[in-house]
């Protein structure tokens, strides 16, 4: 018996990284998954290796409100309901307030924020009525709990994507809608987002290492691990609360 049994999943940014590490975690776990990003072949890939009877992949551009419609709809199409969304599409790109440009922050804000913001009224309006329980998973970072001076617009995407959290799962809460809205702040994880930043320069490595006690980066399968409880009704009474899954960076 699996801990998502009978659930239908979507996860945006699910082809790399924490997003198909979560897929695959939950399908492990029973849940049915659709998977999505922009970019067609890895998710592709990947829903192929996880079984078509259990996982699809839909392109999607997380911030354009169409394509939610378009998701929403194959989800139920293929999968006949939705009980779980992940919102982790996201990006990371180092600057500071004094280089901010308009590309910079109207990209990060795009997909971080609205991204998940549209997740988010998506998935309650699809899910309240479907008398089952329900959990929307949105992806902060510990860059939404402390500041860090060069990730200025992610800083802020990721800050609003904690506080949004809080108000959706008070919006249920209030309106006995059976569904619960937590976020994670993951320390840095080992993906191909964090690849980029080091690729930028070899020495972020040792940087980045140093700023976590325990000694080294995060695994994507330990994020994933934490969804999986956010996701499954082992979770029931949380609602409206942060995640953290960072090797003891923010409790320093
Ligand atoms: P990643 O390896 O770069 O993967 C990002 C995923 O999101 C990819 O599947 C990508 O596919 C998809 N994506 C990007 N923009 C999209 C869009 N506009 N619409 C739909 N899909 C989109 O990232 P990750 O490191 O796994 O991070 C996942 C989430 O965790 C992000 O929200 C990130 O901010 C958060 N996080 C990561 C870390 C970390 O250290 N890795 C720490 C804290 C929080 P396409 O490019 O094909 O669209």
Same mark, same amino acid.
């Given at each position: 018996?699996?801990?998502?049994?009978?659930?239908?999943?979507?996860?945006?940014?699910?082809?790399?990284?924490?997003?198909?590490? %979560?897929?695959?975690?939950?399908? #492990?776990?029973?849940? @049915? !998954?659709? +998977?999505?990003?922009?970019? /067609?072949?890895? $998710? &592709?890939?990947?829903?192929?290796?996880?079984?078509?009877?259990?996982?699809?992949?839909?392109?999607?551009?997380?911030?354009?409100?169409?394509?939610?419609?378009? %998701?929403?709809?194959?989800?139920? #199409?293929?999968?006949? @309901? !939705?009980? +779980?969304?992940?919102?982790? /599409?996201?990006? $990371? &790109?180092?600057a500071d307030a004094e280089k901010i440009d308009a590309d910079n922050w109207n990209r990060t804000i795009a997909i971080n924020l609205t991204?998940?913001?549209?997740?988010?009224?998506?998935?309650?309006?699809?899910?309240?009525?479907?008398?089952?329980?329900?959990?929307?998973?949105?992806?902060?970072?510990?860059?939404?709990?402390?500041?860090?001076?060069?990730?200025?617009?992610?800083?802020?995407?990721?800050?609003?994507?904690?506080?949004?959290?809080?108000?959706?799962?008070?919006?249920?809460?209030?309106?006995?809608?059976?569904?619960?809205?937590?976020?994670?702040?993951?320390?840095?994880?080992?993906?191909?987002?964090?690849?980029?930043?080091?690729?930028?320069?070899?020495?972020?490595?040792?940087?980045?290492?140093?700023?976590?006690?325990?000694?080294?980066?995060?695994?994507?399968?330990?994020?994933?691990?934490?969804?999986?409880?956010?996701?499954?009704?082992?979770?029931?009474?949380?609602?409206?609360?942060?995640?953290?899954?960072?090797?003891?960076?923010?409790?320093?």
């Amino acid at each position: 018996m699996g801990r998502l049994d009978n659930k239908v999943a979507i996860i945006t940014g699910g082809s790399k990284g924490i997003g198909a590490a %979560v897929a695959e975690r939950f399908v #492990e776990e029973g849940a @049915k !998954v659709v +998977i999505t990003a922009r970019h /067609a072949e890895e $998710g &592709e890939n990947l829903a192929k290796k996880l079984g078509e009877d259990k996982a699809l992949f839909v392109t999607q551009d997380v911030s354009q409100e169409a394509e939610w419609k378009k %998701v929403m709809d194959a989800t139920i #199409e293929k999968f006949g @309901k !939705v009980n +779980i969304i992940v919102n982790n /599409a996201g990006i $990371g &790109e180092y600057a500071d307030a004094e280089k901010i440009d308009a590309d910079n922050w109207n990209r990060t804000i795009a997909i971080n924020l609205t991204g998940t913001m549209w997740g988010i009224h998506y998935g309650i309006n699809y899910m309240k009525d479907n008398g089952e329980s329900n959990s929307i998973i949105n992806l902060s970072s510990i860059e939404g709990l402390i500041g860090d001076p060069d990730l200025f617009a992610y800083n802020a995407s990721k800050g609003g994507v904690r506080l949004m959290t809080k108000s959706a799962a008070l919006d249920c809460a209030r309106k006995h809608y059976n569904i619960r809205v937590n976020s994670i702040h993951p320390g840095y994880i080992m993906t191909p987002l964090v690849q980029n930043l080091m690729d930028t320069d070899p020495s972020v490595k040792d940087h980045l290492i140093s700023l976590h006690p325990v000694g080294r980066l995060g695994k994507p399968v330990e994020v994933a691990n934490m969804a999986l409880f956010l996701a499954s009704d082992e979770s029931s009474f949380s609602t409206g609360s942060e995640f953290v899954c960072d090797g003891g960076y923010t409790a320093q």
